[in-house]
């Protein structure tokens, strides 16, 4: 007669709605830990190459002005000038990865990668999120009717003396757009 009564639904359905809710808790806490680190290396990124390319263009530009004329093939000096700044562009240009193939063979940079990698991340975080807040709503929707449809109100109410939970729903303004991340990068 209890097992008719709903005597286990109602624990049943609690515990999954529980449950529901620190799957929602858990991807809000990813999402707070993700955005920081994600940030931090895509802005990383961007000032190890701004360095780089800063490297590059500067010693391009000094490679470039040193100008060898036929008559200045005879003065060790002007040779030794025009070498040394043609070997700190190559120096400035090996060891950062492979080379863009056009005219000034500027370092392949990977910036633009990690900008779309992050803008992924925090997409794919954000799915997580939503999908987290759907099943704890479906889960709350499932106890809240368990507890008011019968056999199960009577457990509900006289044994548990159980009370509907609350779905989740944005109450802040402008919680349905995800944080931004304008003065992070």
């Known amino acids: ?11 049943t359905a609690e515990e999954a709605a529980k449950a529901k809710w620190a799957d929602v808790q858990a991807a809000f806490q990813e999402r707070a830990n993700l955005i920081p680190n994600l940030a931090a290396v895509a802005k990383g990124a961007a000032e190890q190459e701004k360095g780089i390319l800063v490297g590059v263009t500067e010693a391009r ?3 470039t002005s040193i100008q060898v004329t036929p008559g200045d093939l005879t003065d060790p000096a002007k040779m030794k000038a ?3 700044a043609q070997n700190q562009l190559s120096a400035s240009l090996g ?3 492979r080379l863009l193939a056009n005219a000034e063979a500027y370092p392949d940079l990977k910036s633009i990668t990690n900008y779309q990698m992050l803008q992924s ?3 794919g975080q954000e799915n997580r999120i939503r999908v987290a807040l759907r099943d704890y709503n479906g889960a709350v929707q499932d106890y809240n009717t368990t507890i008011r449809t019968f056999p199960s109100v009577m457990a509900a109410k006289v044994i548990y003396g159980a009370k509907p939970m609350v ?3 944005a109450v802040t303004p402008g919680a349905e757009v995800a944080p931004s991340l304008e003065g992070k990068l």
Do not use: R, T, W
């Open 1 to 11: 007669m209890l097992s008719g009564c709903g005597i286990n639904a109602v624990p």
């Open 95 to 97: 060891g950062f990865g």
């Open 61 to 63: 530009a000094k490679a």
């Open 121 to 123: 991340q925090l997409e």
């Open 167 to 169: 779905p989740y729903q």
């Open 82 to 84: 025009f070498q040394d």
